[in-house]
């Protein structure tokens, strides 16, 4: 399998490609709508054919290239079927194999974050999505977040995998690229080592966040499987910079 790490730096969002050898078959996971550039030239540079993008969940602090991506290169959407979103091409479901060429990967939903969130396994990969990120986890205070149900995700899905799986999350504000299942059972602060579910729900209900500035506007471009608002506040414009700029949009 052809694999790469990209990272969009306005979100801190990592977008992973995996390619078929074989079948020259690409799928995009959590793809950007302002770096589609450099996912083209990556995927040509590879002599790749984007088949799928594939979300792991509704995002609320960018939007997806879903639809872009499929405008320009004729590539299909895949998104949770729990989400029921109108413009997706195919429903991802638990536990039924989303095949891409040569490329398996096994649907795990993993709700928390979202109640529509999906993590995906990969051979001694996992895309976790921000279900569980390094020595961390996605907020659990809106989009119908519960951390009980975060908790149960991870302790009872993500942390039964093998501990030598790899977990790649869709964020990291650190600098980090790659953890896994062995480190997050031993060392993630919220939900690792004897973490019981009154510690962490206390924690969660006490991390005191900012509400997310792009939400308003990136929940409901993605359940459009991404479109940019035209009402976008200038300050926001970065968010969607190169639709914004661009001839065909």
Do not use: W
Not at 69 to 86: Q, T
Not at 87 to 98: L, M, N, Q
Request: hydrophobic share 35%; proline share 6%; glycine share 10%.
């Amino acid at each position: 399998m052809i694999f790469r790490q990209l990272f969009e730096p306005l979100s801190s969002t990592y977008t992973y490609l995996l390619g078929c050898g074989q079948t020259g078959q690409a799928v995009l996971i959590d793809p950007v709508i302002v770096a589609i550039d450099r996912d083209m030239a990556e995927l040509s540079r590879l002599g790749l054919t984007l088949a799928y993008t594939l979300e792991t969940h509704l995002h609320a602090d960018h939007i997806t290239a879903g639809l872009e991506m499929k405008k320009k290169v004729g590539s299909r959407i895949a998104a949770p079927a729990f989400d029921r979103l109108p413009c997706a091409d195919f429903g991802i479901e638990d536990g039924k194999p989303f095949q891409v060429g040569g490329i398996t990967l096994q649907p795990l939903h993993t709700p928390g974050h979202t109640d529509g969130h999906f993590a995906y396994l990969a051979g001694d990969k996992v895309f976790t999505g921000d279900a569980l990120l390094i020595d961390g986890c996605g907020r659990t205070d809106f989009q119908n977040g519960d951390a009980g149900a975060l908790y149960k995700s991870v302790r009872e899905k993500l942390f039964s995998l093998p501990d030598d799986v790899l977990v790649y999350p869709a964020h990291d504000y650190k600098g980090r690229h790659v953890s896994s299942i062995a480190q997050e059972k031993k060392r993630n602060p919220r939900l690792g080592n004897e973490r019981t579910l009154e510690e962490f729900r206390n924690i969660m209900a006490h991390l005191n966040l900012p509400y997310p500035k792009f939400m308003d506007y990136a929940v409901p471009g993605n359940k459009l499987c991404g479109v940019c608002p035209h009402d976008l506040p200038e300050n926001l414009e970065k968010y969607c910079r190169h639709i914004a700029e661009s001839p065909q949009g």
